[in-house]
């Protein structure tokens, strides 16, 4: 979706202080993953934007509403990127913020959400109008969650996801 000019762009923006080597180490990237990927011998030689673009259909094809959790992080843009790419049909982006508690969009989770994930959420829209982006406000949730317990053997089913963000949407 995004040029590698586009993706040297973003990283910049938030690290200016970059060597024009590490620039270029960064522009390197991207083909060198792919180059070292077609060379590996798993999974019958396909390589990853195939095996993306082969989930994504499985998935449409199994649901009739499609809908993703998106950060903006790597993996969730992978996800959304396959969709776009190969213009497969998703339902619904959400994202999780936190702004009825905090009123503040630079935090650590509704910055990444405003200022990453929504702009690419935009640019999804571009070539899929119909998809909807929801924002999901937890703050309310994990009050209550947190609130609400009288004891804590919710602990023992977290393992090591210890973290308000991952344990609230793990009980919805």
Do not use: C
């Not at 973290?163 to 793990?170: A, T």
């Amino acid at each position: 979706m995004e040029s590698p000019t586009e993706k040297l762009e973003l990283i910049t923006k938030y690290f200016a202080d970059f060597t024009p080597k590490q620039l270029s180490q960064f522009e390197a990237l991207e083909p060198a993953y792919k180059e070292w990927n077609s060379q590996i011998n798993v999974i019958s030689r396909k390589d990853i934007d195939e095996l993306y673009r082969q989930r994504a259909h499985q998935l449409r094809d199994k649901y009739d509403y499609v809908v993703l959790w998106f950060s903006g992080g790597a993996d969730s843009n992978n996800v959304l990127n396959s969709f776009i790419d190969n213009d497969i049909k998703i339902d619904e982006v959400v994202s999780m913020i936190n702004y009825s508690a905090t009123g503040d969009k630079e935090n650590y989770l509704n910055g990444e959400i405003f200022h990453v994930a929504s702009p690419k959420i935009i640019a999804a829209q571009a070539k899929q109008p119909h998809l909807h982006h929801r924002f999901l406000d937890l703050a309310q949730p994990y009050i209550d969650f947190f609130s609400e317990r009288e004891s804590i053997d919710w602990v023992y089913g977290m393992n090591d996801l210890l973290n308000p963000n991952n344990i609230v949407p793990h009980f919805l």
